[in-house]
């Protein structure tokens, strides 16, 4: 018999109608460009555009508006390197209650502002000698918080998968979706929701080549654990994949294509200049694997057709100096 998921489609749908209102419905950009360089039909999700900047609003506010009245009253904890940690403080204060975040020393000053901006209290950790998850478990024990981890966690997933949902809702059938994996809760998430739709679309995540953990992972059949990575893609900069999204993954992710930070700021640069818009490197990731054809998971043409493919741009948090700073290296 086969094992029951711990995320359905029914509750990407749920999550939908709980966001609704309250999460932006994010636009899809097409690039006439963008399509002659990859040979394909090309449709763009920007959750840079979504609350916070990423897509992570999605899942943290599905998660906090599912607590009960007591554990809200009691306030929330999360562990994140920044975009997680802004959509829990956001979710919180939407909710009225109160957030603890634990944040790695060198996370983003931006993140970290955006942070302390929507009223939520600041930890720090080493994230190369201290484990998060653990310092995060032993905080919202001691607190008597609720915590909700940046992807471990069904709500956190079905949340994200209603990025998919939109674009799926938006664009129709697509013969690939790409999307950027860090602890593989947004293409976890995605792949629910698209498999659902549509069964043959092939799902493709996005690792930087330095931290191939969930590649490494599905290959071997067991969760991975490698040291904790070094990249400009610092959403994606995880030592393991998540237990609950490994497990969805591993039914539902067709390939993981691996990008080199030259390629993401090249990414970043074609999204700036010729699709007028900021991403992160975490952000640029899926676009980077379209642009040096490492997606490339469907024949050139399909009945005689160009591929549709969908790709998340995840997030766009990044202050003005470090993205001077890497488009201009």
């Given at each position: 018999?086969?094992?029951?998921?711990?995320?359905?489609?029914?509750?990407?749908?749920?999550?939908?109608?709980?966001?609704?209102?309250?999460?932006?419905?994010?636009?899809?950009?097409?690039?006439?460009?963008?399509?002659?360089?990859?040979g394909?039909?090309?449709?763009?999700?920007?959750?840079n555009?979504?609350?916070?900047?990423?897509?992570?609003?999605?899942?943290?506010?599905?998660?906090?508006?599912?607590?009960?009245?007591?554990?809200?009253?009691?306030?929330?904890?999360?562990?994140?390197s920044?975009?997680?940690?802004?959509?829990?403080?956001?979710?919180?204060?939407?909710?009225?209650?109160?957030?603890?975040?634990?944040?790695?020393?060198?996370?983003?000053?931006?993140?970290?502002a955006?942070?302390?901006?929507?009223?939520?209290?600041?930890?720090?950790y080493?994230?190369?000698?201290?484990?998060?998850?653990?310092?995060?478990?032993a905080?919202?024990?001691?607190?008597?918080?609720?915590?909700?981890?940046?992807?471990?966690?069904?709500?956190?997933?079905?949340?994200?998968?209603?990025?998919?949902?939109?674009?799926?809702?938006?664009?129709?059938?697509?013969?690939?979706?790409?999307?950027?994996?860090?602890?593989?809760?947004?293409?976890a998430?995605?792949?629910?929701?698209?498999?659902?739709?549509?069964?043959?679309?092939?799902?493709?995540?996005?690792?930087?080549?330095?931290?191939?953990?969930?590649?490494?992972?599905?290959?071997?059949?067991?969760?991975?654990?490698?040291?904790?990575?070094?990249?400009?893609?610092?959403?994606?900069?995880?030592?393991?994949?998540?237990?609950?999204t490994?497990?969805?993954n591993?039914?539902?992710?067709?390939?993981?294509?691996?990008?080199?930070?030259?390629?993401?700021?090249?990414?970043?640069?074609?999204?700036?200049?010729?699709?007028?818009?900021?991403?992160?490197?975490?952000?640029?990731?899926?676009?980077?694997a379209?642009?040096?054809?490492?997606?490339?998971?469907?024949?050139?043409?399909?009945?005689?057709r160009?591929?549709?493919?969908?790709?998340?741009?995840?997030?766009?948090?990044?202050?003005?100096?470090?993205?001077?700073?890497?488009?201009?290296?």
């Open positions: 018999m086969a094992a029951v998921s711990p995320v359905t489609f029914d509750d990407v749908r749920a999550a939908a109608a709980r966001l609704e209102g309250i999460a932006h419905r994010t636009p899809v950009l097409t690039s006439r460009t963008l399509n002659s360089l990859v394909a039909e090309v449709f763009i999700k920007c959750e555009f979504q609350r916070v900047g990423a897509f992570k609003f999605r899942g943290a506010y599905n998660t906090a508006a599912q607590l009960s009245p007591e554990q809200r009253a009691k306030g929330i904890a999360a562990y994140s920044g975009n997680h940690a802004q959509a829990v403080a956001l979710a919180a204060r939407e909710l009225g209650t109160s957030a603890v975040i634990l944040m790695p020393e060198d996370a983003p000053r931006s993140k970290r955006a942070t302390e901006g929507y009223g939520a209290e600041i930890v720090t080493d994230r190369y000698t201290q484990d998060r998850t653990a310092l995060g478990e905080l919202a024990e001691d607190r008597g918080l609720a915590l909700i981890p940046p992807y471990d966690h069904p709500h956190v997933i079905a949340g994200q998968g209603t990025a998919a949902l939109e674009l799926l809702e938006e664009t129709g059938p697509l013969d690939v979706l790409v999307v950027p994996v860090g602890g593989g809760g947004l293409i998430g995605s792949a629910t929701a698209a498999k659902a739709l549509h069964p043959g679309i092939r799902m493709v995540g996005v690792e930087p080549e330095a931290g191939d953990d969930t590649r490494r992972s599905l290959e071997s059949g067991t969760r991975v654990t490698l040291p904790v990575p070094r990249t400009i893609a610092d959403g994606q900069a995880l030592p393991t994949p998540g237990e609950i490994f497990a969805v591993q039914r539902l992710v067709d390939d993981i294509a691996l990008v080199s930070d030259a390629e993401i700021i090249t990414a970043m640069r074609f999204a700036f200049e010729r699709l007028k818009i900021v991403l992160e490197p975490s952000g640029a990731t899926g676009l980077a379209l642009l040096t054809s490492r997606a490339e998971a469907c024949p050139p043409h399909i009945a005689g160009p591929p549709r493919i969908g790709v998340i741009a995840s997030g766009g948090n990044i202050d003005t100096a470090r993205f001077t700073e890497l488009l201009g290296g």
